[in-house]
């Protein structure tokens, strides 16, 4: 096949000629009146609990470290007990009407395992409360407290773990400390090898790796850790760079020479794999997962507001003082009710009217809007939204790249 004649055509599907149909294309979805926003409530799929502010770490790139503009550090409190019971009794009255009975419930911090109590306690409760649903329990965990008690707890009630783990010794004690300094690699470990010979089949099951990549590190030696260590390299794993926008922490470490070719060279090694009928494992996902974006992007030409995200029906996080947010990413800066009003749903609108004017003044015209990864939390400022328009300029020479680089794939891995 003629390789330039796939590439551009592949160009003009994605990146829209703005020129010649930029006026053809209608804006859709970009209004929502009060009562649609109420009906859109009953869609939540979960709630994402901050049980303690309290942590046994001190990770270089931590949001809570004082790196990030608008996210204060982290305190000394605990989440009550009563405000965790009417977030619960408050959300089943929304959602009890689904057909669908299944609901997530999930422990963030800080450390959680640091206020276990408080989260048996949450556990219980919404046995309770949700009685004959599918309650799916979830906690991001540092990895360095999960003793046999917590581990026996976990599996007792089927709590999925992730768990942060950022890449061998070298990588990992680099950026993920305890507060005397020390690293956490050998602890973490440990107790993986631990859950492991506890119980395997919850081990492959249940527990999934967070790993940090902070761009300053050498991302083949995390490939490779993860490829080749068979403590870990079965379990299913997240990947999240540790981003540049809002913070200063890159201002003290430089960024991996070579890094863009160096990802080039690692997907060339998994086509390879894919060729050879090999099986892949997590971490070649991973890095394949660029190119499942492509093929499952939008190509109806239309203008999609924010009405299909997590403002409306994705997972509620609650803060330690029973204060509402749309994610546990973005800054407190755009509060949508709390625990004793529930929640603030002209405020929601509010926070939706402002988001969708910015990106119509912007996205409305962009050429990669189908492959863009903005969301509430990545452009939220100091309580408003900004699209930044170099962080676009940036993005744009990136998807290109990427969307190259997916037809070289499809290419080598197709008849």
């Known amino acids: ?161 992730l768990i942060s783990l950022d890449g061998p010794k070298c990588i990992h004690d680099s950026k993920r400390l305890f507060k005397n300094k020390k690293g956490t690699y050998n602890k973490i470990i440990n107790n993986l090898v631990n859950i492991r010979n506890r119980q395997y089949e919850y081990y492959l099951r249940k527990v999934t790796l967070v790993c940090v990549w902070s761009e300053d590190l050498s991302i083949n030696e995390i490939y490779n850790y993860f490829s080749s260590n068979e403590i870990v390299n079965k379990l299913q794993i997240r990947f999240n760079p540790v981003l540049r926008n809002d913070n200063n922490y890159y201002d003290n470490y430089k960024m991996q020479p070579d890094r863009l070719r160096i990802i080039d060279a690692i997907k060339n090694k998994i086509i390879n794999k894919i060729n050879k009928n090999e099986p892949l494992l997590p971490i070649d996902r991973i890095f394949l997962s660029d190119y499942e974006r492509i093929e499952d992007r939008l190509m109806d030409r239309r203008f999609y507001s924010s009405l299909k995200t997590c403002l409306f029906d994705g997972r509620l996080f609650v803060d330690v003082h029973g204060n509402y947010h749309i994610c546990n990413q973005i800054n407190p800066l755009f509060p949508i009710g709390n625990y004793k009003s529930g929640h603030d749903i002209k405020k929601m609108k509010s926070i939706y009217d402002q988001y969708t004017s910015e990106c119509s003044n912007h996205c409305y015209k962009c050429e990669v809007r189908f492959l863009c990864d903005n969301c509430y939390a990545t452009i939220a400022k100091d309580g408003s939204f900004v699209i930044d328009e170099d962080d676009c300029i940036k993005k744009k020479a990136v998807l290109i790249r990427q969307l190259e680089r997916y037809i070289e794939y499809k290419m080598k891995t197709t008849q």
């Open 1 to 161: 096949p003629d390789y330039n004649l796939i590439i551009n055509k592949e160009l003009e599907r994605t990146f829209i000629n703005t020129k010649k149909t930029i006026k053809k294309i209608p804006l859709t979805n970009i209004s929502i009146n009060m009562r649609d926003l109420r009906r859109r409530m009953s869609r939540l799929k979960g709630v994402l609990f901050e049980v303690t502010q309290r942590c046994n770490m001190s990770c270089k790139y931590c949001i809570f470290g004082g790196n990030y503009y608008y996210f204060n550090k982290l305190g000394s409190l605990d989440m009550d007990t009563l405000v965790a019971r009417n977030v619960i009794e408050s959300l089943y009255e929304k959602v009890k009407g689904n057909q669908t009975k299944v609901f997530g419930i999930g422990f963030f911090g800080g450390e959680p395992i640091l206020n276990l109590s408080g989260m048996q306690k949450i556990i219980s409760l919404s046995k309770c409360i949700f009685k004959g649903w599918e309650l799916l329990f979830n906690i991001t965990t540092n990895g360095t407290l999960l003793t046999d008690k917590v581990i026996d707890y976990f599996i007792e009630n089927d709590i999925s773990i």
